[in-house]
């Protein structure tokens, strides 16, 4: 789960119910929308159907993050644990009309059923979740103000996963906004055996904001798409017929599946909850130790265990930042790179170890460098050229190699490695394993070039071992109208690039003239610019 912000909301504690007659009754004059507030026949949800949101919070306190995070003590004294109690109907109703922005804020004893839950039987959970909003409101905000959409939706995904991005249903929707796995992918998410972005925040967000607005555009009415996005337009459609065709929430109520009669309810509460929570002396719990996190991007397959492994990070953590993974595999590779979330103290262990980091055990969690499918353990995403009556041997790149070194040690053409091993733009590093087909009748010869020294094997094919570009530069005087680098252990050109202001990749590529896929290597000169410019 992604970590919340360090944001300290006002924690102002009011118990007074705010000043409005004493009454329980609904009135006329003091409705919010006149044709839903005096719906007295509407029965309160048994139960079942009251457990099923439960559950939902319930779910979200199992995980990794709650757990770790967040402090619960059943014997703790909490000012939090006096609160008030049997409020009239006109109190809701009053804060539901000061509420009130796009969507009508209806109120019934359905409504009053549900905002009791949150106020008095769930409250330490409540209140997490109100810590956790700091974190995910300002992404929900962001992404259906793009959309131009009511604001209010932010509060949908209270309801539906108790802002747990792992969230599971019973009927099998998930991730925070619980999308079934047909609709995530008519709306664009990816959904394989190993991601599933129902799960990731960010495009989950963007995904539930366009089917928002395509249920909209359909209904003209918010209380029927919030129905429709919760158990599907097919449902409302056949709840308005059976109804007589007619288009409102409360009117077609029974017609409707037993969780979505819930549901608008739950969200007309969760509304009222999240704006009024001080008046109920809720106070949103943080994190007792904020956890800061960075994003970098990975261009090829990588396990958790090997992060688990090398950077002394607990898979749960890493499973927790990263829930869109769902096989601890991040099936990245050149060309489709995939956002890996770590804490912030972690991200520069995992640049300083990337090579360590990828190489460890690699042939053990990616046999031949290729991802093995779950379902079938024998096969792989790329399929090899022609090579019958090949011998295959495994060559593990070394510091210093590069495509075209290696492919004129075993003799074979460059653009067939590359196929073999999906290799984009000459990129490979030091511990990769590559499969190489050779004759079979010189596979052991092949073979023993994995032990050779670089000369030897620069020698194996009549070249010195001086015939590497960055040897030659080096042979160079250097320049003294230019300010250099010298290369460390783990550094790359966009590394070095970001410790020097103004200067790009592309700048230090040029002045040093390398070639794309070049290896820097470890004492090597760079230069970074003209002495004087600023």
Known sequence: ??????????????????????????????????????????????????????????????????????????????????????????????????????????YNKVVKNFIQLYTEKRRDLVEVMLGLSAYYFPIFEETLDRYNLPLELKYLPIIESALNPKALSRAGANGLWQFMYGTGKQMGLEISSFVDERRDPLKSTEAAAKYFKYLYDTYEDWFLAIAAYNCGPGNVNRAIRRAGNKRNYWEIYYRLPRETRGYVPAFVAAVYVMNYYKEHNLQPRMPEMPLKTDTVFIHDFLHFNQLEATLNIEKEQLRSLNPMYRRDVIPAKPGKPYPLTLPTQKIMDFIDLDTAVFAYEREKYFPDNTLV???????????????????????????????GFISSWFRVRTSDLKYWNNIHRNLIR????????????????????????????????????????????QSKPLDPNYEYYTVKNGDTIWDIAKRHNGISPDDIVRLNNLGNGTNLTIGQKLKIKPKGNI
């Open 430 to 473: 030091a511990g990769q394993k590559l499969v190489i087909y050779v004759p079979k009748d010189q596979k052991e010869k092949y073979e023993k070039i994995n032990s050779m020294t670089f000369s030897q094997k620069q020698a194996s094919i009549g070249k010195s071992a001086g015939v590497s570009s960055s040897n030659k530069q």
């Open 373 to 403: 499918s779950p379902s079938s353990p024998s096969s792989n995403y790329f399929t090899p050229a022609d090579v019958e009556g090949k011998a295959k041997i495994l060559y593990t790149v070394k510091t210093g190699d590069n495509v």
């Open 1 to 106: 789960m992604p970590p919340i912000k360090n944001l300290e909301p006002e924690l102002i504690a009011r118990i007074a119910p705010a000043s409005v007659p004493e009454d329980s009754t609904i009135t006329a004059s003091s409705q919010i929308s006149s044709d839903t507030l005096s719906l007295e026949n509407i029965s309160i949800p048994d139960e079942d159907l009251n457990d099923i949101f439960s559950e939902k919070m319930d779910s979200l306190v199992n995980t990794w993050y709650i757990k770790n995070m967040f402090h619960f003590d059943s014997s703790e004294v909490r000012f939090t644990n006096v609160y008030p109690t049997n409020l009239p109907d006109s109190v809701y109703i009053a804060r539901l009309k000061e509420t009130q922005q796009v969507i009508d804020l209806s």
